[in-house]
Nanobody
Framework: QVQLVESGGGSVQAGGSLRLSCAAS????????MGWFRQAPGKEREGVAS???????TYADSVKGRFTISQDSAKNTLYLQMNSLKPEDTAMYYC??????????????????WGQGTQVTVSS
């Protein structure tokens, strides 16, 4: 069972930056695809970004050019660098993992493993 622990959330003003981290308990077949999702109050959870073991990345249109996903395989850690934050980025951010390349491409929320989430709040 893969364990995922997010950190790095907080409150920031619009235009600011935050970096989220996700520590994974293993770096195996189960974590070939790693992704970030978010859920704002009253809204459905949506995919933000993902990275596959070959380094390929996928981003939601709403964050392209502002967010960057990366990983440090030696540390089993996933990152999400968030720049030029907007109030609409306010949400609970979740780290997720799955073996599927297809899920990495589509950012569907049927990932197998999930963290508990970290809150990001952007004020105007």
């Amino acid at each position: 069972q893969v364990q995922l622990v997010e950190s790095g959330g907080g409150s920031v003003q619009a235009g600011g930056s935050l970096r989220l981290s996700c520590a994974a308990s293993e770096n195996t077949y189960s974590t070939k695809c790693m992704g970030w999702f978010r859920q704002a109050p009253g809204k459905e959870r949506e995919g933000v970004a993902s990275i596959y073991s070959d380094g390929s990345t996928t981003y939601a249109d709403s964050v392209k050019g502002r967010f960057t996903i990366s990983q440090d395989s030696a540390k089993n850690t996933l990152y999400l660098q968030m720049n030029s934050l907007k109030p609409e980025d306010t949400a609970m951010y979740y780290c997720a993992a799955d073996p599927s390349w297809r899920l990495c491409q589509t950012l569907r929320e049927t990932f197998r493993y999930w963290g508990q989430g970290t809150q990001v709040t952007v004020s105007s």
